[in-house]
C-alpha cells in the first residue's frame, strides 16, 4: 500500500513539474520567460512577456495538471491520497526537476486540484480573485486573497473533507510563502499592476 501511494506521488510531482509557462512562451512568443518579466515561470510572467492567448494556454495546462493529480488520487481509492497527490503536483508546478527546481507559485495548479475536490470553494473564491484584481488590478493581490481564505471557505462547505481541509491549509502555506517577494512589493507599493512593464 504504501508503495502504491508513493509511486502515485512521484507520478503527481512529475506530471506537476511539466513547466506549460516555459513551453507555450519558447513556442508561441519565442521567449525564456525565466529570463524576461519577473522571471517567474507563470501564467502572469507569460502575460507581461508573450502575450494573453500563450497565457490563457498556460494557465488551462497548469490547471489541467491539478485536476490530473486530484483525479488520480479520486480513483485510485481517496483517502491520505486526496492530500498526497494534489499536494506534489503543486510541489511539482513549484520546484519542478525540469527546470532545475525553479518553477510558478503554485496558483493555477491549486485551482485545478481544489476545482476537481471542492468545486464550490472555487466558485466562491473565483468571485473573490475577480473583485480584487478587477478592483487593484494587481494579480498577486487576487491570488494572495484566494489564498488566504480558501481553507476557511472549504471547511465551511466541506467540513466532511478532513485530508482536502488539510490539503487547503497546506496549499494556501505553500502559495503564500511563493509570493513572498510580491508581497514585499506590495508593502512597499511597488507591485506592478496589469499592463504596467516589470
Not at 465551511?156 to 502559495?175: D, G, K, M, S, W
Request: proline share 4%; net charge positive.
Amino acid at each position: 500500500m504504501l508503495m502504491k501511494e508513493f509511486l502515485l506521488v512521484i507520478i503527481c510531482y512529475l506530471v506537476g513539474s511539466i513547466p506549460f509557462s516555459y513551453i507555450v512562451s519558447r513556442r508561441l512568443g519565442k521567449v525564456d520567460i525565466r529570463k524576461t518579466g519577473s522571471g517567474n515561470v507563470g501564467a502572469t510572467n507569460v502575460l507581461r512577456s508573450a502575450g494573453l492567448a500563450p497565457a490563457i494556454l498556460a494557465v488551462v495546462g497548469d490547471i489541467l495538471k491539478g485536476v490530473f493529480a486530484a483525479w488520480l488520487a479520486a480513483v485510485m481509492g481517496g483517502g491520505v491520497l486526496l492530500l498526497l497527490c494534489p499536494l506534489a503536483a503543486v510541489v511539482g508546478h513549484c520546484y519542478p526537476v525540469y527546470l532545475r527546481f525553479r518553477g510558478g507559485k503554485g496558483v493555477a495548479t491549486s485551482t485545478g486540484a481544489l476545482l476537481f475536490l471542492t468545486p464550490y470553494s472555487i466558485l466562491y473564491l473565483f468571485f473573490a480573485f475577480v473583485g480584487v484584481v478587477g478592483l487593484s488590478r494587481i494579480v498577486s493581490l487576487g491570488s494572495l486573497t484566494a489564498a488566504v481564505f480558501i481553507p476557511f471557505v472549504t471547511m465551511f462547505l466541506y467540513p466532511q473533507e478532513r485530508f482536502v481541509i488539510i490539503l487547503t491549509f497546506l496549499l494556501a502555506i505553500l502559495v503564500i510563502y511563493r509570493h513572498k517577494d510580491n508581497i514585499r512589493r506590495l508593502l512597499a507599493g511597488k507591485e506592478p499592476r496589469i499592463g504596467e512593464k516589470v
